[in-house]
């Protein structure tokens, strides 16, 4: 048998075990990341939002009402979610 079939489960699991400093700052990168990640979408959802509350509320201004606008906006998304070109 080779070495490698000798092995135990828990000597597999000893081998891959971290330890509390063998990749902190790998760890660490990738938290960080992460966060500037979840940062960086939700800011652009925001600002989405934002944009289609000011649009919806343009059109409401120029002659419909608010609910009329978003009415028309849903109708909208959903004909186009339903018949994608």
Request: net charge negative; hydrophobic share 35%; aromatic share 4%.
């Amino acid at each position: 048998m080779s070495p490698k079939e000798n092995r135990s489960d828990k000597d597999t699991e000893e081998m891959y075990a971290p330890t509390s400093n063998n990749f902190d700052s790998i760890l660490t990168l990738i938290q960080s990341t992460k966060d500037r990640i979840i940062k960086t979408v939700n800011t652009e959802i925001i600002d989405l939002y934002w944009q289609i509350g000011k649009e919806v509320s343009e059109k409401a201004k120029a002659g419909g009402s608010g609910k009329s606008v978003v009415m028309q906006v849903l109708s909208t998304l959903l004909i186009e979610k339903l018949n994608p070109s």
